[in-house]
């Protein structure tokens, strides 16, 4: 995985709550079992009709909007526990999806595929709905190390909570198995540990 410290960058703003996974990669691209080519499908139904033409209402498809950062209404990934979506997410290019609540699942799985949820109170996620509206290339600020979140435009930020593992994962661009790695040394005292 990639690293992440600290992320700038304008943001898509997809208002709309209770977005499940089905939603996020529709059931009939479940049947891959590689992550390429999952992005091109993310929210397939909403993105384009049934003749496969492009919905130009929606906003990953309005070319005022743009960024690596996507901002959803409230319990953004419910439904299905599907990792694929979270596969989705990431390979349309999104490193973090900003909500007022997340599905425990979606999270795990976003986190465990490099993309940073980041649960803001409902307050916040209208402030920055609000500032997206106002200008659509509005920059964000998302700092993995002091776990905040930060409007440039107005200087408004909150902190979010973050599991310390996963954290640490994150910063480094470890998966689980990097992790175990990371940790030989220390693993080998302690077994010399116990041997002895």
């Not at 992005?39 to 906003?59: I, Q, S, V, Y």
């Not at 599907?82 to 699942?105: L, M, Q, T």
């Not at 930060?150 to 470890?174: A, D, P, R, V």
Request: with cysteine; net charge negative; proline share 3%.
């Amino acid at each position: 995985m990639d690293k992440f410290t600290k992320l700038t960058s304008s943001a898509i703003p997809l208002e709309i709550e209770n977005i499940d996974t089905d939603q996020i990669i529709p059931a009939r691209f479940l049947k891959a079992t590689d992550k390429k080519g999952f992005g091109e499908n993310l929210f397939r139904d909403w993105r384009f009709d049934k003749n496969g033409n492009t919905n130009t209402d929606f906003p990953l498809n309005d070319k005022k909007f743009s960024g690596s950062i996507l901002v959803a209404g409230d319990n953004f990934g419910c439904g299905s526990s599907r990792e694929h979506a979270a596969w989705a997410v990431h390979g349309y290019g999104f490193k973090v999806v900003v909500s007022s609540f997340f599905a425990d699942i979606f999270k795990g799985n976003a986190l465990n595929n490099g993309v940073l949820p980041v649960q803001v109170s409902p307050s916040f996620l209208k402030n920055i709905f609000e500032e997206i509206k106002k200008n659509p290339e509005a920059d964000i600020e998302v700092d993995l190390e002091a776990q905040t979140i930060t409007l440039l435009s107005n200087q408004q930020s909150e902190s979010f909570e973050i599991n310390s593992y996963k954290k640490t994962c994150l910063i480094n661009g470890y998966d689980d198995i990097d992790f175990l790695v990371s940790m030989k040394e220390e693993i080998q005292a302690f077994e010399k540990d116990r041997v002895e």
